[in-house]
């Protein structure tokens, strides 16, 4: 049986319609953020959008408005191109980005020079998360009964194989100002000194601020940083092991020692027994000169005698052997780059090695938001912190500032019944016959849903007493897997009333109520991951350092937000 194909006819007319933005229908995500950002945009935060002039022959009479290139990026984000030479091909072959860039085609060094003015700003991309994150409130979306937060691994603009030692870091740096000199001596030396050679350990003529752009300025960077992270270690044992031998020198010292003062405190142990051994002999011949003969008893053993000193110098010498080796240890891993040494990344020096799920490492940050129960993102930051308990507060602060602005959203449902009864039927998660049930208060309802966050919620990378006490929001953390939560007794009701917090955290786990706002936590914050990496392409930060890092991670969460706005419209 023959087949019928269409005819594909190539050279056919076609004529596009003269305005721009019937290339696109209604509710299309690009008209949603053109209408974001014409709204949140001001004549101040315009202002600030300005990136410097070119200098030289670059510089022309008309420059490339910024909220329109605002517009652009916030759409390239939204679509999961991060590249600036894919969002200038898209700007030239793609309808709906040629609507965004109102038909202009900007290079892709300006849009590059644009992202990191942009982001280089402090606090702008924070502006701007908050800004629209007020118009995704007031346009219904924001569920606050359930918040969960966590964190997330993404890459950094730079290789793990690039992290040095600091023995390396300065292998390295001899090797830059070596080859520096080499240019020097040579017949060209007219042309100036070489760029990334402003690093020069060790003399006096050291720039006190070398340019991190250079590799040289990055190695100085990167060792200030060991240094400082070293010194501040040095500081905190001294202080510990200080307050520990003073407890010991005044009895009321207890359990082992800091490490760095173990020796130091053996030693104070020894002498004391010495003294006190010696203080016991001379009281007992004070008495024989008294006149109390027999009655004192036999004299004491001498100090040196005694199974105490012995048991004690014994220790004594053994950490004395420990601290020589550990010293050697230490020799030989600066002398040949092994061992377990602390390491920055030339490339990008405030990066992290970060363990990942199923094993190995990432060169890059750690990154914690939290997300409404409809996958909202409420706020976000970029930490050096290879683990999560440490930032639970903060991120607890974080997620109360960014609810606190989608409650001011929702606060203005409430004098007009239609906003608030549509905002309403699209967050209340009851069957559809018990919310539009007369005797159900919707706007009571709505408060509670949108007014605070219920119970934030985090897995057990968070769990510790100190977290689940601090101030803020109701916190419900695990304390194991979710397949051991899921296999433990139910309970019900609430704690005992002499429970320790974390037992009545382990009881609230167990009750139905826990279990089903644990049970939203996946979906709803490692949702939101899935959607930053997805849809978002966020796998890697396209610019380094943890400032870049934390706003660039703001703006991927502003266009995931504007994504969830359009799926509404």
Same mark, same amino acid.
């Given at each position: 049986?023959?087949?019928?194909?269409?005819?594909?006819?190539?050279?056919?007319?076609?004529?596009?319609?003269?305005?721009?933005?019937?290339?696109?229908?209604?509710?299309?995500?690009?008209?949603?953020?053109?209408?974001?950002?014409?709204?949140?945009?001001?004549?101040?935060?315009?202002?600030?959008?300005?990136?410097?002039?070119?200098?030289?022959?670059?510089?022309?009479?008309?420059?490339?408005?910024?909220?329109?290139?605002?517009?652009?990026?916030?759409?390239?984000?939204?679509?999961?191109?991060?590249?600036?030479?894919?969002?200038?091909?898209?700007?030239?072959?793609?309808?709906?980005?040629?609507?965004?860039?109102?038909?202009?085609?900007?290079?892709?060094?300006?849009?590059?020079?644009?992202?990191?003015?942009?982001?280089?700003?402090?606090?702008?991309?924070?502006?701007?998360?908050?800004?629209?994150?007020?118009?995704?409130?007031?346009?219904?979306?924001?569920?606050?009964?359930?918040?969960?937060?966590?964190?997330?691994?993404?890459?950094?603009?730079?290789?793990?194989?690039?992290?040095?030692?600091?023995?390396?870091?300065?292998?390295?740096?001899?090797?830059?100002?070596?080859?520096?000199?080499?240019?020097?001596?040579?017949?060209?030396?007219?042309?100036?000194?070489?760029? +990334?050679?402003?690093?020069? #350990? =060790?003399?006096?003529? &050291?720039? /006190?601020?070398?340019?991190? $752009?250079? !590799?040289?300025? *990055? @190695?100085?960077?990167?060792?200030?940083?060991?240094?400082?992270?070293?010194?501040?270690?040095?500081?905190?044992?001294?202080?510990?092991?200080?307050?520990?031998?003073?407890?010991?020198?005044?009895?009321?010292?207890?359990?082992?020692?800091?490490?760095?003062?173990?020796?130091?405190?053996?030693?104070?142990?020894?002498?004391?027994?010495?003294?006190?051994?010696?203080?016991?002999?001379?009281?007992?011949?004070?008495?024989?000169?008294? +006149?109390?003969?027999?009655? #004192? =008893?036999?004299?004491? &053993?001498? /100090?040196?005698?005694?199974? $105490?000193? !012995?048991?004690? *110098? @014994?220790?004594?010498?053994?950490?004395?052997?420990?601290?020589?080796?550990?010293?050697?240890?230490?020799?030989?891993?600066?002398?040949?780059?092994?061992?377990?040494?602390?390491?920055?990344?030339?490339?990008?020096?405030?990066?992290?090695?970060?363990?990942?799920?199923?094993?190995?490492?990432?060169?890059?940050?750690?990154?914690?938001?939290?997300?409404?129960?409809?996958?909202?993102?409420?706020?976000?930051?970029?930490?050096?912190?290879?683990?999560?308990?440490?930032?639970?507060?903060?991120? &607890?602060?974080?997620?109360?500032?960014?609810?606190?602005?989608?409650?001011?959203?929702?606060?203005?449902?409430?004098?007009?019944?239609?906003?608030?009864?549509?905002?309403?039927?699209?967050?209340?998660?009851?069957?559809?016959?018990?919310?539009?049930?007369?005797?159900?208060?919707?706007?009571?309802?709505?408060?509670?849903?949108?007014?605070?966050?219920?119970?934030?919620?985090?897995?057990?990378?968070?769990?510790?007493?100190?977290?689940?006490?601090?101030?803020?929001?109701?916190?419900?953390?695990?304390?194991?897997?979710?397949?051991?939560?899921?296999?433990?007794?139910? &309970?019900?009701?609430?704690?005992?009333?002499?429970?320790?917090?974390?037992?009545?955290?382990?009881?609230?786990?167990?009750?139905?109520?826990?279990?089903?706002?644990?049970?939203?936590?996946?979906?709803?914050?490692?949702?939101?991951?899935?959607?930053?990496?997805?849809?978002?392409?966020?796998?890697?930060?396209?610019?380094?350092?943890?400032?870049?890092?934390?706003?660039?991670?703001?703006?991927?969460?502003?266009?995931?937000?504007?994504?969830?706005?359009?799926?509404?419209?």
């Amino acid at each position: 049986m023959a087949h019928q194909f269409r005819q594909v006819d190539r050279d056919a007319e076609m004529l596009l319609p003269h305005n721009m933005l019937d290339w696109v229908p209604e509710g299309h995500a690009v008209r949603v953020v053109i209408e974001t950002v014409e709204s949140v945009v001001t004549p101040d935060l315009t202002a600030r959008l300005v990136p410097p002039a070119p200098k030289g022959s670059a510089a022309g009479p008309a420059r490339y408005d910024p909220v329109m290139l605002l517009t652009v990026w916030l759409y390239a984000y939204l679509r999961g191109v991060l590249s600036t030479r894919a969002v200038e091909d898209r700007c030239r072959y793609d309808a709906t980005f040629r609507v965004a860039c109102g038909r202009l085609v900007p290079d892709h060094t300006t849009f590059s020079r644009f992202r990191r003015h942009l982001l280089a700003q402090g606090g702008l991309a924070e502006d701007l998360f908050y800004r629209v994150l007020h118009v995704c409130a007031l346009a219904g979306l924001g569920r606050l009964t359930v918040v969960a937060g966590d964190g997330v691994k993404i890459a950094a603009n730079a290789s793990k194989e690039a992290n040095r030692t600091e023995a390396g870091l300065r292998k390295l740096a001899a090797q830059v100002i070596a080859g520096a000199r080499k240019a020097a001596a040579d017949e060209d030396a007219d042309k100036g000194v070489l760029p +990334g050679t402003d690093l020069l #350990l =060790g003399a006096d003529t &050291a720039p /006190p601020h070398p340019d991190p $752009r250079s !590799r040289a300025g *990055r @190695a100085l960077a990167c060792l200030q940083d060991l240094e400082a992270q070293r010194e501040a270690a040095e500081a905190a044992a001294r202080e510990q092991g200080q307050a520990y031998l003073e407890a010991l020198e005044a009895g009321a010292a207890n359990g082992r020692p800091p490490a760095a003062v173990a020796l130091a405190a053996q030693q104070l142990r020894v002498e004391k027994l010495l003294a006190e051994q010696q203080a016991a002999i001379e009281a007992w011949q004070a008495g024989r000169a008294a +006149g109390a003969g027999s009655r #004192l =008893g036999r004299r004491p &053993a001498d /100090p040196q005698g005694t199974a $105490r000193v !012995r048991r004690a *110098r @014994a220790r004594l010498a053994d950490l004395r052997a420990q601290a020589a080796a550990e010293a050697e240890a230490q020799a030989a891993a600066r002398g040949d780059g092994t061992g377990k040494q602390p390491q920055r990344n030339v490339t990008d020096p405030d990066s992290r090695l970060m363990p990942v799920r199923g094993g190995g490492f990432i060169q890059g940050y750690n990154c914690q938001d939290a997300a409404s129960d409809d996958r909202l993102m409420l706020g976000g930051y970029a930490c050096q912190d290879t683990g999560d308990a440490l930032q639970a507060q903060e991120l &607890a602060r974080v997620a109360a500032k960014g609810a606190a602005v989608v409650a001011a959203g929702h606060a203005a449902h409430a004098a007009d019944p239609a906003l608030l009864r549509a905002c309403h039927g699209r967050l209340c998660t009851l069957p559809a016959k018990d919310k539009n049930s007369p005797d159900h208060d919707a706007a009571a309802c709505h408060h509670a849903m949108t007014s605070r966050i219920g119970v934030l919620v985090e897995d057990a990378g968070y769990h510790s007493e100190a977290n689940l006490t601090a101030p803020g929001p109701d916190r419900l953390i695990a304390d194991g897997k979710t397949s051991d939560l899921a296999r433990r007794e139910p &309970a019900q009701g609430p704690p005992p009333a002499d429970a320790t917090p974390i037992e009545a955290n382990t009881h609230r786990l167990r009750t139905p109520e826990g279990r089903a706002a644990y049970k939203r936590r996946a979906p709803d914050v490692e949702g939101l991951h899935a959607s930053l990496k997805g849809q978002g392409g966020l796998r890697r930060f396209s610019l380094r350092g943890l400032h870049y890092a934390t706003s660039e991670f703001l703006f991927a969460g502003l266009a995931g937000n504007l994504r969830l706005l359009a799926a509404i419209n």
